[in-house]
């Protein structure tokens, strides 16, 4: 049974960091292209970032390009997500999949590719 298990958020104020981690287990995580997704009250999930399958590219969002870094550990089948200068625009649930449907990411995540959906960390951004 595939598993994914998000933490590692918090509340922080802003100008602050956070590193949230996603394990997973019951699959080979290098052979996946890995997401980060996100949804803050009353939107839509958007997303954040994804890492190809072995590692070869990682993509960002607007949003959050030259702030956020993935990055992975297949040994450990966890996948991080380091949030620098955090906004209190950033706050939202996050969550980690994988996608079932290709191996390299695409400039902008299809979130109906991606399936194994954990339940998510909380990140919080507030003085």
């Known amino acids: 049974q595939v598993q994914f298990v998000e933490s590692g958020g918090g509340l922080v104020q802003p100008g602050g960091s956070l590193r949230l981690s996603c394990v997973a287990s019951g699959l080979t995580l290098r052979d996946y292209a890995i997401a980060w997704f996100r949804q803050a009250p009353g939107k839509e999930r958007e997303a954040v970032s994804c890492?190809?399958?072995?590692?070869?590219?990682?993509v960002y969002s607007q949003s959050v390009k030259g702030r956020f870094t993935v990055s992975r550990d297949n040994a450990e089948s966890t996948v991080y997500l380091r949030m620098n200068s955090l906004k209190p625009e950033d706050t939202a649930v996050y969550y980690c999949?994988?996608?079932?449907?290709?191996?390299?990411?695409?400039?902008?995540?299809?979130?109906?590719?991606?399936?194994?959906w954990g339940q998510g960390t909380q990140v919080t951004v507030s003085s």
């Open positions: 999949a994988a996608n079932l449907m290709r191996r390299r990411c695409v400039e902008t995540p299809i979130e109906y590719e991606y399936s194994y």
């Open positions: 890492s190809s399958a072995s590692d070869t590219s990682t």
